[in-house]
């Protein structure tokens, strides 16, 4: 298990520092430019592989402060991603430096501007071998799930994501290779290839990002010192016992508390969130209550939301509970617990690997500040369920993503129409 220390960052990290050091090196270059000749070139080539450089160095440092500040975070997933595509950037141009002499100077500024234009199609030439094996391994797990578990639309979900990262690189690369006509006609092709190289980008960066945040997450163990342990339902067999994915998540809750009670004496309650499903004979919670009295949990250690639906509704009902139950508590110190917004309170929450990062997001949506702990799936039902999560993801913060999606088309936009006007 990863043993990050969460939660101890008070202050949400920011990256304000780009924007200065963006500032700073453009001052640079335009001195640069300014002085003219092939050594300012040169150096011009040599302080945008430092700058791009410095940028990703900043977002790893981002990143990992984001994980100690709220490691639930669509900036995590963005810090990661996007750190890759700026060192990515920094090596070309470091490479470049290394080669301009081989330049003639009139052509090193447009050879300049050249490869920031074309950096997010070398961007996707540069992680196009791990696409593919990326896309080999989806494929795979997927025809393995459909063997196990059935037919289904959803269990081809792996298949379409691969076919998409795929055929989107090969179609970059078919369009960047063929261009006729007048300068506006060659001009309007780049400028179309610089575009969906771009939007192919953020998405490359978001799954990137989302991989890696939600490996950390689904491999992250709380510390033995909690108040509450959330399970979250799933589905439940006709007959109202739990099916092994959910039994899964019960034992996971289950040895967690009684590792803690036998390291510190502290026995947690469980919240037991799940509500009723039109076929199912009882509700998830409820299945839940059975089978953790069958191990011998008392009743009092067990509080049952029967309401819930989805995820969301399972943090927000569940800390509704705790708080109704911590107030009356209040007037009796010996009994105590905190309650769910309280800075005192530590609360978990069980789920499988791959949903631990998208139920840590809907917790902290619902003001609650809990640390999930992930039970094991099968191998094959890993990959479709974590392109399932990622299409969860991308669907949340839907006016931060636009913008960003936003600033992309423009920035790209802006810089095809330049490099034509320098030529």
């Not at 101890?8 to 990290?13: F, G």
């Not at 470049?96 to 003639?104: C, V």
Request: proline share 3%.
């Amino acid at each position: 298990m990863i043993d990050l220390k969460l939660d101890t960052l008070q202050k949400k990290p920011k990256i304000y520092d780009i924007a200065v050091l963006t500032a700073v090196f453009a001052a640079l270059l335009a001195a640069v430019y300014l002085l003219g000749g092939e050594e300012s070139m040169r150096l011009g080539c040599l302080l945008l592989a430092l700058y791009f450089l410095t940028v990703a160095v900043l977002l790893v440092r981002a990143f990992f402060r984001q994980l100690r500040y709220n490691l639930y975070s669509y900036n995590t997933i963005f810090y990661f991603g996007f750190a890759l595509f700026a060192f990515s950037i920094a090596l070309t141009y470091g490479l470049m430096y290394f080669r301009s002499r081989e330049i003639p100077t009139d052509a090193l500024l447009l050879n300049m501007g050249g490869w920031l234009l074309g950096s997010a199609k070398t961007y996707t030439l540069f992680t196009f071998p791990f696409l593919l094996a990326f896309s080999v391994a989806l494929v795979a797990s997927n025809l393995s799930l459909i063997r196990h578990e059935g037919f289904r639309f959803v269990n081809l979900l792996g298949v379409l994501l691969a076919c998409l990262l795929v055929g989107g690189a090969v179609l970059i690369y078919a369009l960047d290779y063929y261009a006729y006509g007048s300068v506006t006609e060659v001009m309007l092709h780049d400028l179309l290839t610089n575009l969906l190289a771009a939007v192919y980008l953020y998405f490359e960066c978001m799954i990137l990002g989302t991989m890696v945040a939600s490996s950390i997450a689904a491999r992250y163990e709380p510390k033995k010192d909690k108040d509450y342990i959330i399970v979250l339902g799933c589905a439940i067999r006709k007959d109202g016992t739990p099916t092994p994915l959910l039994r899964c998540r019960l034992d996971r809750a289950l040895t967690f508390a009684k590792r803690q009670e036998a390291e510190t004496g502290k026995a947690p309650i469980f919240v037991l969130s799940g509500g009723q499903g039109a076929d199912e004979c009882v509700s998830e919670a409820e299945c839940m209550r059975r089978w953790l009295t069958e191990q011998g949990v008392p009743e009092e250690r067990m509080i049952l939301e029967d309401r819930s639906t989805d995820t969301a509704e399972n943090m927000a009902f569940s800390k509704k509970l705790i708080l109704e139950r911590v107030r009356p508590a209040k007037e009796a110190p010996a009994v105590y617990w905190p309650a769910a917004d309280d800075p005192e309170a530590r609360i978990a929450f069980s789920t499988t690997n791959y949903h631990v990062f998208r139920s840590g997001l809907k917790a902290r949506r619902s003001k609650l500040r809990a640390l999930g702990m992930g039970c094991k799936s099968k191998w094959y039902f890993w990959p479709n369920a974590a392109v399932r999560e990622f299409v969860g993801l991308i669907t949340q913060h839907r006016v931060k993503q636009g913008l960003i999606l936003l600033a992309m088309i423009v920035f790209y936009t802006v810089l095809t129409i330049l490099y034509y006007m320098l030529q």
